[in-house]
């Protein structure tokens, strides 16, 4: 059945956000990312990732390279967590199933191997936590929600973390008074690149897509904002940053005509009009 929505539009509160050579005219919402956006979280993933590829490890001893094949599924490498893999900006559903076919490769039947990476990502949770604490503010991250909140303009975090995470980031760093909405992955919603993920973050502060832009740092934040009225690649959070190619992948440039990239929250200039 599909999702109905009912608008309760609200009185928008107009803006123009410059970014670099790019304006963005009549905004009344922003949509942020949490994970490589607002939050720096290289250090959690990485130790998470490890984690879990030990358990697994630990759970299939009879299977070689378990440990190797986990980690290659979650985009780490030697040299460190890749920006824009499983890891990084997978919901939780999607990085149990990467986990998954990781073990299934090494010889695990499907169903155990499902299982097996489902518990092991719960445990390695658990150990690593609470996540809000070591995943702090990236620098800029409170002067430019304050800015946004300056010009009236709706703040909504959406993330392909989960509800409660979220909830726990915002009363960490005490942020309730700069968002109008936050919301995670859920099993109502559980892929933030799905069209109605979007629609019920709007719908929630009584606004269209149209209206708004998504600000992010991957692949996955470009493909939600098709519906948006633009948007802007982050390329601050991680070390080493970002570059445009690890958001655009293989895309055409010339089929997004309102993207622009930030490598610091300076670059984002918000005027009230």
Request: aromatic share 8%; net charge negative; proline share 5%.
């Amino acid at each position: 059945m599909p999702h109905i929505f009912l608008w309760v539009i609200s009185i928008p509160a107009v803006a123009s956000i410059f970014c670099n050579d790019k304006l963005f005219q009549d905004v009344d919402a922003v949509f942020l990312d949490k994970d490589g956006t607002l939050a720096d979280v290289a250090n959690y993933l990485s130790q998470l990732g490890r984690r879990q590829a030990q358990l697994m490890e630990q759970a299939l001893p009879r299977l070689p390279g378990v440990y190797e094949l986990t980690l290659k599924a979650l985009g780490m490498t030697p040299e460190g967590l890749t920006a824009s893999g499983l890891m990084a900006v997978g919901s939780r559903q999607e990085t149990i199933v990467g986990t998954a076919a990781a073990a299934a490769i090494a010889g695990c039947p499907w169903v155990q191997a499902v299982d097996l990476t489902t518990a092991t990502l719960a445990l390695a949770d658990q150990q690593c936590a609470p996540k809000a604490v070591y995943t702090p503010l990236l620098p800029g991250v409170l002067e430019f929600l304050k800015r946004l909140k300056q010009a009236n303009l709706k703040v909504v975090m959406v993330s392909a973390d989960s509800q409660n995470n979220l909830e726990s980031f915002v009363q960490q760093y005490q942020l309730q008074a700069y968002f109008d909405h936050i919301q995670g992955v859920s099993s109502q919603h559980p892929a933030k690149t799905a069209p109605d993920f979007l629609l019920a973050a709007c719908q929630a502060i009584g606004l269209l897509p149209r209206q708004g832009i998504v600000i992010g740092d991957s692949a996955s934040d470009l493909k939600m904002a098709d519906a948006a009225r633009g948007f802007i690649g982050y390329l601050g959070g991680w070390q080493p940053t970002l570059s445009v190619t690890d958001i655009l992948g293989n895309a055409d440039d010339d089929q997004w005509q309102q993207h622009a990239f930030a490598k610091d929250f300076g670059q984002i200039i918000v005027r009230s009009d």
